[in-house]
């Protein structure tokens, strides 16, 4: 079983839409803190947000008002609604637990965002 498979990207204008969705086996999402990461051309990967399992969130200050992270502990998903785009969003948007975010571990495909100006 693939550990994480996110789906959702795509090409959107500035200003536009997307709403990107995760699923992950259980032993990587039960009781683990969520969270969404992206890799823009040429840089790291880097932080967009975090769930925990009670639904408590935290945003990078770049994302705040614009996206909103959330988490289906039924069906073991999490999704990033992003709104009002912008062109350095542009990235490959992964998902993991947290607690993974230094490691090599479970990190699947990602999904592309390019956004057009």
């Known amino acids: 079983q693939v550990p994480l498979v996110e789906s959702g990207g795509g090409l959107v204008q500035a200003g536009g839409s997307l709403r990107l969705s995760c699923a992950a086996t259980?032993?990587?999402?039960?009781?683990?803190?969520m969270a969404w990461f992206r890799q823009p051309p040429g840089k790291q990967r880097e932080l967009v947000a975090h769930?925990?399992?009670?639904?408590?969130?935290n945003y990078a200050d770049s994302v705040k008002g614009r996206f909103t992270i959330s988490r289906d502990n039924a069906k073991n998903t999490v999704s990033l609604q992003m709104n009002s785009l912008k062109p350095e969003d542009t990235a490959v948007y992964y998902c993991?637990?947290?607690?993974?975010?230094?490691?090599?571990?479970?990190w699947g495909q990602g999904t592309q965002v390019t956004v057009s100006s």
């Open positions: 993991n637990a947290l607690k993974y975010f230094n490691t090599n571990l479970n």
């Open positions: 769930i925990t399992s009670g639904s408590s969130t």
């Open positions: 259980d032993r990587i999402f039960r009781n683990n803190v």
